[in-house]
């Protein structure tokens, strides 16, 4: 079973502010939009949850009137400013911040035979592992694995490029849409695995109640019903493959 995971909101809250201050930051270094010390004032206001990154600003950017050549042009310049600056910004030790049980919940997934954890998330891959590392969960979640919002702006895409990185470590096709779950907080998290035909558990620790998750296959509300969720899952799917 491959287990894709959501991060903010998911397995770590109240950690955005540092990411949304890098990611203003980067649109002044290159682009002169906003002030130079990210301050959200007289910016537009655009909807971040659940989406990625370079989606975030190239919407910030284009209401500010940047023509959109210019901001494709620069998208590189412009995502490595945006993880020195969230390097430098975020907080060094993230570990209050994890979803309480999460950690205990990686631990134990970790261990199990023919489960694979990685990652869907719209952060930059940068910004991901060193969020991820401060908050105590990197050892989780290997490198080379997962799909971010550096590989694409829009999150739909980003299920299959982490099934193929996953079938790739063994050595095969994609890993098989019917054994892999997105786990997120968002209704943009349950859209991306029906874009890709997985399943889907949404989880109630981020924006969204369960009213607002409704397309899910399944929903819990902390790590112990994701816990029974996931076995539920796990019971209904086709066996691995030998």
Request: charged share 25%; hydrophobic share 40%; proline share 4%.
């Amino acid at each position: 079973m491959l287990l894709l995971f959501d991060i903010d909101g998911t397995l770590v809250r109240n950690s955005a502010g540092a990411h949304a201050q890098a990611l203003r930051i980067a649109l002044h270094q290159v682009h002169g939009i906003g002030s130079p010390d990210g301050d959200a004032a007289g910016l537009p206001e655009v909807r971040s949850a659940g989406r990625t990154d370079m989606e975030i600003a190239r919407e910030i950017a284009l209401l500010c009137d940047l023509p959109a050549k210019r901001f494709d042009r620069r998208r590189g310049e412009l995502m490595q400013v945006c993880l020195s600056q969230y390097a430098r910004l975020a907080p060094r030790d993230l570990g209050d911040r994890v979803v309480a049980g999460m950690k205990g919940l990686l631990e134990e997934l970790h261990g199990q035979p023919q489960t694979i954890l990685s990652l869907v998330t719209g952060n930059l891959e940068g910004i991901a592992r060193v969020k991820l590392e401060r908050a105590g969960l990197g050892s989780f979640f290997a490198q080379g694995q997962g799909a971010f919002g550096s590989d694409s702006d829009d999150r739909t895409d980003l299920p299959e490029i982490a099934r193929c990185r996953a079938g790739a470590i063994l050595g095969g096709e994609p890993y098989p849409r019917q054994r892999t779950v997105v786990i997120g907080d968002t209704d943009l998290d349950i859209a991306c695995a029906r874009a890709d035909g997985v399943w889907c558990v949404a989880v109630t620790t981020g924006p969204l109640g369960a009213d607002g998750l409704g397309g899910a296959d399944a929903i819990a509300d902390d790590a112990r019903q994701l816990r029974e969720r996931l076995q539920e899952i796990g019971e209904e799917m086709p066996a691995a493959r030998r």
